[in-house]
């Protein structure tokens, strides 16, 4: 099976000209078999002719031009064509007229400009050859002339619905790949936004805070320390987050390892905000991305609080069962900043949409007695 399959690809790597020579040799060969002279395609009743060294050129000029059939269809029928018009005049009524059925359906899938123009040159080219085989035949009732071209229509036809389903085939693989890095590009941005936010809103609050602790310079140290540490963290997520735009560079797992949702919480202490801090359960051996999407709706969460409720006491809450996660932040509003909101919204909106797409749950709004309060329940096991 695997050696069929690599003949296979290596047969479709071959140039089209190589791969459609076979048939044009194939019919070339047929019209040389004497039990096959006279047998092929007759339009009108011209007597037949004897095979001899003119019909070796004209069966060589309905043939070989099938070799270019598709990388040059006009080329390949004009000269089919015309041999096809010997083979009927001269009465020779070879198994290479069969070529100029193969050259009209091919110019019907494969033309792609003056489509019109051709088909109106084959039509006119038509009447004269037809009248002519009239007049040297025995009499064929026009109608059999008629019924000919109806079914030369049809062969081109054929060919043109080949072509528009490929064309459409064609569209709908280009929508399929543009809505394919549409979401990449989307997917992108939120692993931006929820990385770059996070880190560099606890880098702004941290460094505010310096501004106030010149006179003690073991606090001013301390602060210009995490910010530092903090500025690390973000250069190495950015880099994780590059690694995925570049398969080939880094092979590193994309959801967080364990410990993260603890670094999380640290960080936003350090940086003034009272977090409380519970996680419960044992995280399932195969959790899909769900560990990764808990992992940025806490990020996320944590981040707006130290934007719109810093100093406020926070809550983290996330539970690990045995077919969901769920997590819980919240704020009580008793900060000096108050009215803890969704900020620009795009953050937490994409959010809600990642968990949707798992089938889980998403809630984000104000509290009855103040503050702000994000919920997700997030189905474990969904494929990465």
Not at 261 to 273: D, M, N, P, Y
Not at 307 to 317: E, P, Q, W
């Amino acid at each position: 099976m695997n050696s069929h399959r690599r003949l296979l690809e290596a047969w479709r790597r071959l140039d089209v000209t190589v791969r459609d020579l076979p048939l044009a040799l194939l019919l070339l060969g047929a019209s040389f078999v004497p039990a096959f002279h006279t047998h092929g395609t007759q339009v009108g009743g011209v007597p037949d002719r004897p095979f001899d060294l003119l019909a070796v050129a004209v069966a060589a000029l309905e043939c070989l031009p099938l070799a270019v059939r598709r990388r040059r269809p006009a080329v390949c029928t004009a000269l089919v064509v015309a041999g096809f018009a010997a083979d009927q005049l001269l009465g020779y009524h070879m198994v290479a007229g069969t070529g100029f059925a193969v050259a009209i359906l091919s110019a019907g899938a494969h033309l792609e400009r003056y489509r019109r123009t051709a088909m109106l040159l084959l039509s006119a080219a038509y009447v004269p050859l037809a009248i002519a085989l009239y007049l040297l035949g025995s009499g064929e009732p026009v109608s059999e002339f008629l019924l000919f071209y109806l079914a030369v229509a049809f062969v081109w036809g054929i060919g043109a619905w080949l072509r528009s389903s490929r064309a459409k085939e064609a569209e709908r693989r280009r929508l399929v790949a543009e809505e394919t890095r549409t979401a990449e590009r989307t997917r992108i941005a939120r692993e931006l936004h929820d990385v770059v936010t996070h880190h560099v809103t606890a880098m702004v609050v941290q460094a505010e805070a310096a501004r106030y602790l010149t006179a003690a310079p073991d606090r001013l140290d301390q602060t210009l320390t995490t910010v530092t540490d903090t500025g690390r963290r973000a250069i190495t997520d950015l880099r994780h987050l590059l690694d995925l735009l570049d398969p080939d560079h880094g092979t590193g797992p994309r959801t967080p390892s364990a410990g993260r949702l603890l670094t999380l919480v640290e960080q936003a202490r350090r940086s003034g905000q009272p977090v409380e801090f519970a996680e419960e359960g044992t995280p399932a051996e195969s959790t899909g991305s769900a560990d990764l999407v808990a992992y940025r709706i806490v990020q996320e969460a944590l981040t707006n609080a130290l934007k719109y409720a810093h100093g406020s006491r926070t809550s983290v809450r996330v539970r690990h069962g045995e077919k969901e996660i769920t997590v819980e932040v919240g704020t009580d509003g008793s900060g000096s900043r108050a009215g803890f909101s969704e900020g620009s919204g795009r953050g937490l909106e994409g959010l809600r949409e990642r968990v949707d797409l798992l089938g889980g749950e998403f809630s984000a709004g104000p509290r009855t007695g103040g503050g702000f309060a994000v919920q997700a329940r997030i189905p474990a096991g969904s494929p990465a």
